[in-house]
């Protein structure tokens, strides 16, 4: 069995998940291969992708996508691009219908086997508070570590997450779009020539 295999095997959330709200069954999303030219490190899957069985299959990934600056076939090539978040399933919501966390027992059971197997990646993308935490042992706000972007470029790159929640921070944030998100694309297209 590969590591993918493991990992698409886990159970050890099904009793947590069993209590959320949803009440749904572990379906870990596994999508990397080794030696990928890009990472992205993001938070856990939502309700979307949980059903598809495949990362970013919504419109935060269609705006992920955009940022980035690549179609679909480029973002869904695992030879290419790994995507690999801080839990592999959908944690569920809570009883007001909110995303639960990330549970941490699958960062500490994974994450370690996972980045040794991808090996050294030349750019890494960090999408949201979970992944800027775990990957830079960032402290701040999303905000700042977002702000403070030309400390880790052009190997890493933190960003907000793609929601639709955020479209607010976004427009109080308009050097975001101006002056990140051109470099990144520029990263991108670089590693992936």
Known sequence: MTLQDDISACRICADRFAQTATRHAPRPVVWFDQAPRILIAGQAPGIRVHEAGKPFWDR???RLREW????????????????????????????????????PVCKATWHDRVMAHLGDVPLTILVGGYAHRWH??????????????????????????????????????????????????????????
């Open 136 to 193: 830079l042992d960032a402290r701040g706000s999303v905000t700042q570590t977002v702000f403070d972007w030309q400390m880790h470029a052009p190997r890493v790159f933190p960003l907000p997450h793609p929601s639709w929640r955020n479209t607010g921070w976004l427009k109080k944030n308009p050097w975001f779009a101006r002056e990140l998100l051109p470099r990144l694309r520029y990263a991108v297209k670089e590693v992936l020539e």
């Open 68 to 103: 980035l600056g690549v179609d679909a076939a480029t973002f869904y090539d695992r030879s290419r691009i790994a995507i690999v978040p801080m839990a592999f399933c959908f944690p569920g919501y809570d009883g007001k219908g909110s995303d639960l966390p990330p549970p």
């Open 60 to 62: 935060s990934g269609d």
